[in-house]
């Protein structure tokens, strides 16, 4: 009887701890499950940490990254939506928590943009705009952030990919000055350094690859791909990006 009243007093006393984390802690114990490749653990730490307190900011850029992470390759439409829709409403936060730091304004692009990735064309440059806008902010304030580099290149490689008609309707819907902006040279340029960069990051190899691909340099294409091949996984979806950059080394043979 003794055992079972010390059971239930150590189970309260553990809920009662867990009830009074700090934001700190919820952050720190999401940076555990991050690192461990555990993302969807840690975005509900992060998450937690936000229901503490709403506007802190490191919480508010980690729920974003991990968000849209973690609805990159969802195969469900509804929930990669949700996802979505959740890293951009934090990062737009993380914006208003402290629009004077660069990854405030790099995650909000990153979101922005991927979840552009995957709609119809119309809607894709639709958002275009602001995708730029956001990744050139966090430029400027920190001209040598990776990730913002990255998302500069493939925002010109987007553009460059896309058929007569889209890239009329693209024009207009961005104005002839930040259409005409969009080139190849640029879309190597950005991946190149964002690759030198954060030479370890397979998803900016990837990207690069692809570019050279498409520029008809296969040779710098292969040596992309096949990198990737050997490369240490870093991040939750490197899995799926070493198995994105074997079949475009298929494609090239």
């Known amino acids: 009887m003794k055992r079972h009243i010390a059971v239930i007093a150590a189970a309260a006393s553990l809920a009662r701890a867990a009830h009074g984390q700090s934001a700190a802690d919820h952050i720190a114990l999401g940076d555990r499950e991050h690192a461990a490749l555990n993302i969807a653990a840690a975005l509900k730490h992060y998450e937690a940490a936000l229901s503490v307190d709403p506007a802190n900011y490191d919480a508010l850029t980690k729920a974003a990254h991990d968000a849209v992470d973690l609805g990159e390759f969802n195969s469900s439409d509804e929930q990669r939506a949700a996802l979505y829709r959740s890293a951009q409403d934090y990062a737009r936060r993380a914006v208003t928590a402290n629009p004077r730091d660069a990854e405030s304004h790099f995650e909000l692009a990153r979101a922005i943009g991927r979840n552009a990735l995957t709609m119809g064309t119309r809607d894709k440059i639709k958002y275009a705009g602001e995708v730029r806008a956001e990744a050139l902010e966090a430029l400027k304030i920190n001209p040598k952030h990776a990730g ?14 896309l058929n007569g008609l889209s890239r009329m309707i693209a024009k207009n819907f961005l104005g002839g000055n930040v259409f005409g902006e969009a080139n190849w040279d640029n879309a190597q340029r950005y991946l190149e350094e964002a690759t030198q960069l954060d030479p370890n990051r397979i998803t900016h190899h990837l990207d690069l690859g692809r570019v050279y691909a498409d520029r008809g340099d296969k040779a710098k294409a292969r040596e992309q791909f096949e990198w990737i091949g050997k490369a240490t996984v870093m991040d939750f979806n490197d899995r799926t990006y070493k198995e994105k950059a074997k079949q475009a080394l298929d494609e090239l043979r």
Do not use: F, P, S, T
Not at 148 to 161: D, K, P, S, T
């Open 148 to 161: 913002a580099l990255h998302v500069m290149g493939l925002w010109n490689a987007e553009i460059m990919r």
